[in-house]
Nanobody, 116 residues
Framework: QVQLVESGGGLVQPGGSLRLSCAAS????????MGWFRQSSGNERELVAR???????NYADSVTGRFTVSRDNAKNTLYLQMNRLKPEDTAVYYC??????????WGQGTQVTVSS
């Protein structure tokens, strides 16, 4: 099981930017996929962005064009660059890892608050 630790959350004004990082305890090179999910108060956890082993990415419609997911295999780290943030982006953001046997691992989450 991979251990995941997120960082980079915080308070930002609308229109601002943040970059989240997710450090993995082991190699992420062979991961089937890695991604970011988020959960806001009273809502279910939802997919934000995902990157597959072959480099293919997919995004939630609500973040397309504003967020970019990337990974650094040498550093075993996943990133989420978030630009033009909106109040509705406020949530706890979770890092996700799926291995080649489709076993899921989750980080503890990092709070992102978009408010003036």
């Amino acid at each position: 099981q991979v251990q995941l630790v997120e960082s980079g959350g915080g308070l930002v004004q609308p229109g601002g930017s943040l970059r989240l990082s997710c450090a993995a305890s082991g190699s992420i090179f062979d991961a089937y996929s890695m991604g970011w999910f988020r959960q806001s108060s009273g809502n279910e956890r939802e997919l934000v962005a995902r990157i597959f082993k072959n480099g293919r990415t997919n995004y939630a419609d609500s973040v397309t064009g504003r967020f970019t997911v990337s990974r650094d295999n040498a550093k075993n780290t996943l990133y989420l660059q978030m630009n033009r943030l909106k109040p509705e982006d406020t949530a706890v953001y979770y890092c996700h890892h799926m291995d080649n046997k489709y076993f899921n691992s989750w980080g503890q989450g990092t709070q992102v608050t978009v408010s003036s």
